[in-house]
């Protein structure tokens, strides 16, 4: 069960690891709350957590799942899926900019985001094929040959250096 877990549509992530569980909620009506549950217990194909609630674990394929069929912090019939990151997660450190004017620079394990009214630092991981800013947003992640660009609804983020932003009249 250690690793990266995302619900459908990448709503919300469980990472487990050997003495701790966290789920991040990126809901749309997400109070920006990060739960965290250190009581884990398994028996059989179940998994039960004191907070989270009790999931079945199941395997098709080569897709292992985790179906919340008790609810606690996550919602009865909630589905996990464990992945496995597209990219390595130093592949995104850089200055990431949008055609907006806003920017991302990520540093090892801190963002630095920027927008014209305000700066946010955040700490991030990788699950999948996305990038989370937890209790922030999230961003999909996109390769295309040698190119990444990082996705958030309509706005698009692409790596860029410091002579291509000013070039390009970008902060």
């Not at 927008?115 to 209790?135: C, E, M």
Request: net charge negative.
């Amino acid at each position: 069960l250690i690793g990266v877990w995302h619900s459908e549509k990448s709503q919300q992530v469980l990472l487990i690891n050997s003495d701790m569980s966290s789920r991040y909620n990126f809901g749309p009506n997400s109070s920006g709350m990060d739960d965290h549950d250190y009581h884990m217990e398994i028996n059989g194909d179940i998994v039960s957590y004191s907070r989270l609630g009790k999931f079945q674990i199941a395997r098709t394929d080569d897709t292992l799942s985790l179906s919340c069929i008790e609810t606690g912090k996550v919602e009865k019939g909630t589905v996990f899926v464990k992945v496995e990151n597209i990219i390595a997660k130093e592949n995104l450190n850089g200055d990431w900019y949008n055609a907006t004017g806003n920017s991302l620079q990520i540093i090892d394990d801190e963002i630095h985001l920027n927008n014209k009214s305000k700066a946010i630092y955040r700490q991030w991981f990788v699950a999948g094929d996305t990038l989370y800013i937890p209790s922030f947003r999230n961003f999909k992640i996109v390769l295309n040959g040698h190119t990444i660009k990082l996705l958030d609804g309509d706005e698009e983020y692409v790596r860029l250096s410091a002579d291509d932003a000013l070039a390009a009249d970008l902060p």
